[in-house]
Structure formats: structure tokens, C-alpha cells
């Protein structure tokens, strides 16, 4: 049976997918997704076009564009668009000399806060140029509704080379482009009226019921195998504490921060208090929170902070999103480092046993059914956490790309309703640790930014490791080892 929330085809979109395309209409629910690579050179410009133009022949999703019924007759599609313009979508700037990482973040807040042409493929790749020493950037944005970070990884592997100057690839053939407008395909849907309209309501409920079937072992629409399913989905959307009084308000305007670290560090120090790298990166994430709460008079020992979990298969296409989220007490209150990972570690563990983990996915045909105003006002009363933390991992070797070598990657997620979001990314030996917050929420930045530093100062205490830099005021790490904080600009 289809997985809840997922397509039958892969160029039609899920109802998770649908979801988070109509999110893209309104600033506080759009779901951009940016990585932002730190480079040791400087691309050759038409080396670096061409490899894009290559990367959007092999990669599908890269040239389409979604079409939206005209009446909701048919779901939305995936098509190869007769437009596809490269240059609107790969693009060059540079950034006034001597450059700072902190000018390259404000770039991407600008970026990431724009919205994507919703009528073109939801992408663009920027090449920032003028960091010092002939180093360069780039800033990669896409909509979550084209895949999730798991399967961003996947998607975009193609972008890069496992060598500086690689054996020239064959190129890919053109992608055949589709003609079809919102209109043909709302007529195609009325062709197969009313069973593809009456198909799409019941699979919705079939979905969410035959969800709770397959979980509890019992046939599809069995009252006690629903029962469970409902009691555990309210335990996944229950709030697991209660809000921060310093993180409540909501504006349009953000900022990020970024630390990193060496991943075998990060990975001694998890291993010093039985727990994961994914508990390490919590319970630092946990530590910054609590400083900030301190240092501003309000300690509390608690927040409800989200955590995606992946649940993509082998066997699932790259594009689409396959996740579910766990929501945790974050034990903000608790100063013992290690304490704090073995509560992480429990929690973890406990919730992601629930049967009702994807209640999301099970719900979304559903939610897809209904009105922008209805979907928005609805979406503004559910969100249950302050602050979400998503850990992706990316390739561990070294990567090139266009010839030129990535340093760094700093994950830059949506803020979907809520104060902060976190992302862990391991690539190449190194994590880092970007947080991106709402100003409204996080007003003293940089307080925020020196407990950032020091939340993951303390865990990485737990192995004797050196502390994490905070890469704002370093504008371009060094190859290996850390850069000086103290010859650097801000």
C-alpha cells in the first residue's frame, strides 16, 4: 500500500508535498531550504554554468515546474517546463572586499526570505565571489516542497566531483519539456470524474485509517487499531512542554549563526555519555538555549523543540519529502552535559517507537482538501515547539565542485511559525551548526551568538576537545585545521 501523504507517481506531488508548495505563497509559511557551501577557489564562471546546465539535464526536478489544477479535479504535477531559462536560475554576485562570512549569512538571509517563482523550477544556485584569499561561495535554495534535506543529498550528489579536475562526463540529453497548462490539466481530471474525485477523498481516509491498521497488525478500519492510532497520534501532536516566555513572538525578520567543530570531536564527546552524535548535537543545541535564558533572567527548565526523523527507504526517489517529526522536552535546565544526552537519549528513543510517528503524512491528503485561509489558520494553531533541529549527514570524503574544493557546508532551514530553526551538517570530517532565528524571538544576537559557542563548548568538553569556532567571525575556515579568531574581521 502507498505510504500516507506520498504520490503514486513520481511527477505528481504527495499531500505533503502539495502542502508545502502553497505554504510558498505566504512568508511565514515558506519552506525554502538553503545550503551554504564555503569553497577554496574561485569556479571558472562558464565551468561552473555548464556544470549546472549538465545537473539539470540528469536531474529531472531541476527543469520542472508545478502545475496547478484550475479546480481541483486532478493533483498537482510535476512538468518539464518549455521555459526553463539556466541564467534566471544560476547566478553570480560579488560581495564588497574585504569580505566577512557574516556578509555571505546576511546574503542568504535575503536570499532565503524571497520567495522562489512558484510558475518556474524552485530553485536558483548563486556563486558569491571577492572572499579573501580567491575563495568563493555558493548559496544552493530550493523549496522543501521539491525534497527534505535527506533527499536533497541524494538528488544533488550529481553537482559534485570526488576530484579537482574529474574525467569530463558525457553530456546528458534534454529532458523532453511538457506543454501543459493548469486548464488541460484540470480537463484531465474531468475525464476521469467523479471516480478520481471520489478516489481522492476516500484514499485521504482510507489513508489515515489503513495507516493505523498496518501499524497495529489489524485489518484496515478496525475500530481498536484506529483507537491506538488516534491515542498515539495525540501523543505525537501533544505540545511536549510548555513555551518559552522569551521565545513567543513572530516577525518576518531572521538572522543565523553558525559554529563548527571536528566530527570526530563531536562524535568522542557523544560517545563519553552514551549517546549519539545526534544526542551530542541536542544537548548543545539545549546548552546555547539555557545560557540565553539564563543571561536574560529567565532560566526554565524545559521547551518543546521538534526533531524531523527520516523515513526515507532505499527504494524512494530523491525527490519528495519522507520525514516525520518527534517532539521532545528539551532539558534546558539540566547544566550537566552528560545528563543532558542520556534525557535526550530517552526521550529519542521513546518517542520514536510511537505507531503514530507519521501522523502528519497520514493526515496530510486530507489537509490538502482545504482552503488556503482554513490550511493557514489551522497551521498557526498546531505549531507545537519553539525550536526545530534537523541533522544531515552529506558526504564524508572531500568534494569539488567545478574544480574548486567545499570547505563547508552550513544548513539554513524555513522558519515555520516557529522561534528557531537548527541545522546539524557533517561534511568532509567537520559538523557544523547553524541556527536560524526569528529577531522578534532571539533579541540580543550577540549574546545568542557567544552562547551558541559555549552550549557546544560544554559538550565538547565531555572528550577533552578543543572548542567549536564560531565561523561568523572567521570569514573563510582553513583547509585543515581552525582559523584564528583573533586575525579575523567581523
Not at 475525464?191 to 495507516?211: D, I
Not at 544537548?283 to 529567565?298: D, I, K, Q, T
Not at 528513543?349 to 493557514?376: C, F, K, Q, Y
Request: net charge neutral.
Amino acid at each position: 500500500m502507498t505510504e500516507p501523504g506520498v504520490s503514486t507517481s513520481p511527477d505528481e506531488l504527495g499531500a505533503v508535498d502539495q502542502l508545502l508548495h502553497r505554504g510558498e505563497a505566504n512568508p511565514r509559511t515558506r519552506s525554502g531550504v538553503m545550503a551554504l557551501e564555503l569553497l577554496d577557489s574561485t569556479p571558472d564562471w562558464e565551468t561552473y554554468r555548464t556544470n549546472f546546465e549538465n545537473a539539470s539535464r540528469a536531474i529531472r526536478r531541476l527543469r520542472q515546474k508545478v502545475v496547478m489544477p484550475t479546480l481541483p479535479t486532478a493533483a498537482p504535477r510535476w512538468v518539464v517546463d518549455p521555459d526553463f531559462n539556466l541564467d534566471f536560475h544560476v547566478r553570480r554576485v560579488r560581495v564588497p572586499e574585504p569580505a566577512t562570512l557574516r556578509q555571505v549569512l546576511d546574503l542568504a538571509e535575503v536570499t532565503l526570505q524571497s520567495p522562489l517563482d512558484i510558475s518556474r523550477p524552485l530553485w536558483s544556485a548563486t556563486l558569491i565571489e571577492g572572499l579573501p584569499g580567491g575563495r568563493s561561495a555558493q548559496l544552493l535554495h530550493l523549496s522543501h516542497a521539491v525534497t527534505d534535506g535527506v533527499g536533497g543529498v541524494e538528488m544533488f550528489a550529481q553537482l559534485y566531483d570526488l576530484e579537482r579536475e574529474p574525467d569530463p562526463r558525457p553530456t546528458p540529453p534534454l529532458p523532453i519539456p511538457e506543454d501543459l497548462s493548469a486548464n488541460d490539466l484540470m480537463r484531465q481530471g474531468l475525464n476521469h470524474l467523479p471516480a478520481s474525485l471520489l478516489g481522492g477523498v476516500r484514499g485521504a481516509v482510507v489513508g489515515a485509517v489503513g495507516a493505523a491498521g498496518k501499524v497495529f497488525g489489524n485489518p484496515a478500519g478496525a475500530f481498536s487499531g484506529v483507537l491506538g492510532y488516534a491515542q498515539s497520534g495525540a501523543r505525537v501532536m501533544r505540545r511536549a512542554a510548555e513555551p518559552s516566555p522569551l521565545l513567543m513572538r513572530r516577525s518576518l525578520s531572521s538572522r543565523t549563526e553558525a559554529v563548527d567543530m571536528k566530527l570526530s570531536d563531536l562524535h568522542r564527546a557523544a560517545k563519553a555519555a552514551g549517546g549519539s552524535i545526534n544526542d551530542a548535537y541536542l544537548a548543545g543545541v539545549s546548552a546555547a538555549l539555557r545560557l540565553y535564558h539564563e543571561a536574560l533572567g529567565v532560566p526554565i527548565a524545559t521547551l518543546p523543540m521538534a526533531v524531523p526523523v527520516n523515513l526515507r527507504h532505499d527504494s524512494d526517489p530523491a525527490g519528495g519529502n519522507r520525514f516525520a517529526g518527534v517532539n521532545l522536552a528539551a532539558p534546558i535546565g539540566t547544566a550537566d552535559p552528560a545528563k543532558r544526552i542520556k534525557k535526550i537519549r530517552s526521550q529519542m528513543t521513546h518517542r520514536r517507537d510511537e505507531a503514530a510517528l507519521d501522523v502528519i503524512g497520514a493526515v496530510a491528503p486530507i489537509l490538502s482538501l482545504l482552503p488556503d485561509a482554513v490550511l493557514e489558520a489551522m497551521t498557526g494553531s498546531v505549531i507545537g515547539s519553539d525550536v526545530q533541529a534537523s541533522n544531515v549527514p552529506v558526504y564524508q570524503g572531500d568534494t569539488f565542485i567545478a574544480g574548486s574544493k567545499v570547505l563547508r557546508q552550513y544548513g539554513i532551514g524555513p522558519l515555520p511559525g516557529i522561534a528557531m530553526m537548527v541545522v546539524l551538517v557533517s561534511r568532509g570530517g567537520w559538523c557544523t551548526v547553524s541556527a536560524r532565528y526569528d529577531r522578534a524571538s532571539v533579541t540580543d544576537e550577540e549574546l545568542f551568538a557567544r552562547c551558541l559557542k559555549a552550549g557546544f563548548d560544554e559538550v565538547l568538553a565531555l572528550a577533552g576537545a578543543p572548542a567549536p569556532t564560531a565561523v561568523p567571525a572567521a570569514c573563510c575556515p582553513a583547509d585543515v585545521g581552525r582559523p584564528d579568531p583573533e586575525g579575523v574581521q567581523v
